[in-house]
């Protein structure tokens, strides 16, 4: 079956640090690959995705590359902030219609001033 | 874009009681589903439910523990019946608007059974 595999948390850094979240999987077929966004007291929201390999997803900094020769789907952001302290997932779906979503268990990410 | 309001936010129960959660999204969806994420674990799928059809329960979820309604297009309920503490999680809602699009989440209920 398919699964997710990402870094524990929490990841702490100083702001402006640069960031990198792994994220492997595994899946048979060609899957989407997703990261959601989870701030404190809110539900996941969709960061970025990409539908195919070599494809890069980017929004608000963070970017993504999928990779299919190595599984992987790292997020990574150049400078971070303190509004970026959230969990992360790293999910996956199968493409075909409407499809059920694989997570990661989330990292925590947490930036101090 | 999908808004989904999920109720309550978090409620502590009683064990041997049954919560019913709540999902109201802001337009007609065809799919819905229902998540748990239990404590330091990643979100698991609980159920699929599509309007005008019985849920269909993935494996290790049965629909006597985690009934399902889908009364229409906008609306749904998941409850948790005869609660013991393991059923202490957060329970999401999450709707996708055509296949292959986007999948929108409520808040999310975090529940906790003592």
């Known amino acids: 079956g398919n699964s997710v595999t990402q870094m524990e948390g929490p990841v702490t850094l100083s702001e402006e640090a640069f960031l990198t979240i792994n994220c492997t999987y595994t899946a048979t077929g060609y899957p989407s690959l997703f990261w959601y966004v989870q701030y404190p007291g809110e539900g996941l929201q969709l960061l970025l995705k990409?539908?195919?390999?070599?494809d890069k997803g980017s929004n608000k900094g963070f970017e993504a590359t999928y990779r299919k020769e190595t599984t992987s789907f790292h997020l990574e952001k150049g400078s971070v902030q303190v509004s970026d302290s959230a969990v992360y997932f790293c999910a996956l779906s199968d493409g075909s219609g409407y499809s059920t979503l694989t997570f990661g268990k989330g990292t925590m990410l947490l930036v101090s001033p | 874009s999908a808004v989904i309001s999920q109720k309550p936010s978090r409620d502590i129960c009683q064990r041997g009681t049954s919560l019913t959660i709540q999902c109201q999204v802001d337009s007609q969806v065809t799919m819905m589903f229902w998540y748990r994420q239990q404590p330091g674990q990643s979100l698991t799928l609980i159920a699929t439910a599509n309007q005008g059809s019985e849920a269909t329960y993935e494996s290790g979820f049965v629909i006597d523990k985690f009934p399902i309604s889908r009364p229409n297009l906008t609306f749904s309920t998941l409850t948790v019946s005869n609660m013991s503490p393991e059923d202490s999680s957060i329970y999401l809602c999450?709707?996708?608007?055509?296949?292959?699009?986007?999948?929108?989440f409520g808040q999310g209920t975090r529940l906790t059974v003592v």
């Open positions: 990409a539908t195919k390999a070599d």
């Open positions: 999450s709707v996708e608007q055509a296949p292959n699009t986007e999948a929108f």
